[in-house]
Each structure stands twice: as C-alpha cells, then as structure tokens.
C-alpha cells in the first residue's frame, strides 16, 4: 500500500495545502467488482498488469504526479475503493471532499454499465455537482469478441450525465495515462492560470475536446482503435470519434466546437441522469 502523502485536503474542493506550488488533488475510483479499478491504478502506477484478480479490502492508496500540458504539475491522491457490496457503507466516508472521481465499468458487461450511474449518483450526493466524473469503460481488449457496452451508448449517457468518458484497456495500456491526465487537466487551476470553469469545474482550454492522441478537436480516435471502438475523450457535449459524430447529428450538439462553445452544454445534473 503506497502513501497517499502528506497535507490536509480542503473540505470544500479536496485540494491539500502544501508549501509548494504543486495541486494536490484526491480522486477516488469507484464502481463494481471485478471491472478493473485496481489493474488501472496499477497500470497507471508501475505499467504493469496482473492476469490474477486479488480483490480489493477495503481501501488502497497511491500518489503519482501527472505533468500536464499547461506546464503544471498536479500530484493525484489515488483511492482505490473495494467494489464488494459488503464495503458499500464505507464508499460515502471515502467519496467525501474528493476533487475527482473515476467511475469504472466493464464494457464486456452491461450490469457493471447500470451500477455505474448509481455511483455517479452517490459521488453527487456526497460531493456536489463540481466534483470532476469520469466515466470510464475498462476492457476495451475485449471489444471484438466480447462487448456489451457500444461506445456509443455509453457516449450518450456520459452527455445526459454531464460527466466526462474513455474506454481504456488496463491489460493492454491503452488510454490509462491520457485518462488519468484528462482528469488532471479537467480540474481547476490556480487563479493566476485564467481560464472558466467547464464541465464539472473543468477549464475550457484544459480539458475538453481532446482525443486520444492529444490533438485538440481533431476527431481522431488513437491509432489502433476503429471508430466503434472508442478511444478518445467526451467532455459534453463534444463526441469525436466519426461514429460519434452520428449520434452528435441527433440533437447533442456538433463535434468539433470550439470547446466551451456550445449552448447546450448541461450541468448541475445531479442525479437526475440516472
């Protein structure tokens, strides 16, 4: 079990005081057994994947700084949540005063799909709506053979949610340092940085619109990856993968925007996506 480090988080924005100039941020993983919270954090943390599952016991904690493009550095506080319905009383002491949350399904099964708004639920009732979500769909190795999650589907969703959306691949890589930096980017900077807030508190020139190869509104997914087969970033209501660009035809909103842009950007949902 890795430190999470030193410093009090701020009730109100889960960000520690420290001495120095560097953000120290909390985020939580959430979501069912199995789906691959702690291969991710693994994964992120030492690029690394363990072909046997050891559940989770209750609560883990890493610390990993993650340099963003902007030239800041932010120091994430990973809290790696069991997914055992027997731990689920203790998810709201560990959600509270978080910053971020990443919510994880398995995009090989729908019901860890469903159980995923209930836990985007429960991060708003805990938190607020300026918490920063990710939904995140884990499996993505797995997409040809097995998948019972579309990308597009859960696109939709994370728009009528309000929360930003990946498929990655935990055995594989793929997407697991972009999300993480995402996440990173998506929370708010220092004032002296400028920018407004966006989605879930996130600037508009750190976080949206980005694909999984870093190019800004490009609409490109990452190499290797079809367009049904997501691998990019949905910061509502911005849907950039061709396929995508389909389902944004029908009423939520053009890919390719400027981002911040759009007049139908929603927010402060809460649990009414669900």
Partial sequence: MNSAGTGAP???????????????????????????????????????????????????????????????????????????????????SYIRNSAATVVVYDITSRPTFFSAFKWIDEVRSESGD????????????????????????????????????????????????????????????????????????????SAGGVGAAGASGSGAAAPGISAGQFGGVVRSPFLITPSAMQVASNGTGGAGEADGASSNAQGGRGGACC
């Avoid at 420290?18 to 941020?25: I, N, V």
């Avoid at 930003?164 to 890589?173: I, N, P, Q």
């Avoid at 999300?179 to 966006?198: D, E, I």
Wanted: proline content about 3%; some cysteine.
């Fill in 10 to 92: 701020n009730k109100a924005t889960g960000v520690s005081a420290s001495s120095s100039s560097m953000q120290k941020h909390k985020l939580v993983l959430l979501g069912d057994q199995s789906v691959g919270k702690t291969s991710i954090i693994t994964r992120f943390m030492y690029d690394t994947f363990d072909q046997q599952y050891q559940p989770t016991i209750g609560i883990d904690f890493f610390s990993k700084t993650v340099h963003l493009e902007d030239d800041r550095d932010v120091r994430l506080h990973l809290w790696d949540t069991a997914g055992q319905e027997r731990f689920h009383s203790l998810i709201p």
């Fill in 130 to 205: 300026d918490v920063v979500i990710m939904l995140v769909g884990n499996k993505v190795d797995q997409a040809s053979e097995r998948r019972e999650v579309s990308a597009e589907e859960a696109m939709k969703k994370a728009f009528e949610c309000n929360v930003l959306f990946m498929e990655v691949s935990a055995k594989h890589g793929t997407n697991i340092k972009h999300m993480f930096r995402q996440v990173a980017a998506a929370l708010p900077a220092p004032a002296s940085t400028g920018g407004g807030a966006g989605v879930n508190g996130a600037t508009p020139s």
